[in-house]
């Protein structure tokens, strides 16, 4: 399979405890993105990469979210002290460029307890 | 910032019977894409509009992006109890922009 993968599928974790997520891009899909969503909800905007570089972070996310590609391949997205609040699905998705559709992983889905 | 919003939220229709959602942004998009979510799975890219005033047609859907492209649609003619589902429009407000998702339509289909 040759698609966006992400891990773990699912996590459960006490607040207060940091987790970290990874997601693996298609190959040569220079574009990555993170969302989160919740139920009902549309995903939510968390972060961009375009190879190495973050290109923006959500103004809402705060500064307990932390994400790094630094190969330009893969990413990890990171939460330290989770809340109960950022129990949501954590989507990553790929795409070969600006403007270019994007192909989206199977999530990962957090459980703050 | 950019916001991309959706109605209705939820519609429930009889199998045969159209549905149509609207997708409107705050700000003027290079192009909108729209996306089928279907319940325990993560969003699929159904197409991309970029033209102002584009019309697109896959079988039974009719995707149409606004002259102003700040605003887009996705009518299906005869629903199917396969399109069960939530449909997200999402857009880049400039070509090198974030992909920003409206909050979806979730559509159920009574057969």
């Known amino acids: 399979d040759t698609g966006v993968s992400q891990d773990p599928r699912h996590k459960i974790t006490k607040r207060g405890q940091n987790v970290t997520f990874r997601c693996d891009p298609i190959?040569?899909?220079?574009?990555l993105y993170w969302y989160r969503q919740t139920l009902g909800q549309g995903p939510e905007f968390l972060t961009y990469?375009?190879?190495?570089?973050?290109?923006?972070k959500s103004r809402l996310l705060s500064d307990r979210f932390s994400a790094e590609r630094p190969k330009g391949s893969f990413s990890t997205l990171e939460i330290q002290r989770t809340e109960q609040g950022d129990s949501a699905m954590y989507l990553c998705?790929?795409?070969?460029?600006?403007?270019?559709?994007?192909?989206f992983g199977q999530g990962t889905r957090l459980t703050v307890v | 910032g950019q916001q991309v919003m959706q109605i209705p939220q939820y519609q429930h229709v009889q199998e045969g019977e159209d549905f149509t959602t609207y997708c409107n942004s705050s700000?003027?998009?290079?192009?909108i894409q729209w996306y089928k979510q279907r319940p325990g799975g993560h969003p699929v890219f159904l197409i991309q509009?970029?033209?102002?005033?584009e019309v697109k047609k896959q079988k039974r859907l009719t995707f149409q992006f606004g002259e102003a492209k700040k605003n887009s649609s996705l009518h299906i003619t005869a629903t199917q109890t396969t399109d069960v589902g939530t449909y997200f429009c999402?857009?880049?407000?400039?070509?090198?922009?974030?992909?920003?998702f409206g909050q979806g339509t979730e559509l159920s289909v009574k057969p």
């Open positions: 509009l970029v033209k102002s005033g």
């Open positions: 190959s040569e899909h220079n574009r």
């Open positions: 999402a857009g880049n407000e400039n070509q090198g922009g974030k992909l920003i």
């Open positions: 700000t003027t998009l290079s192009n």
């Open positions: 990469f375009q190879n190495e570089a973050q290109l923006e």
């Open positions: 998705a790929s795409s070969s460029g600006q403007g270019e559709r994007a192909f």
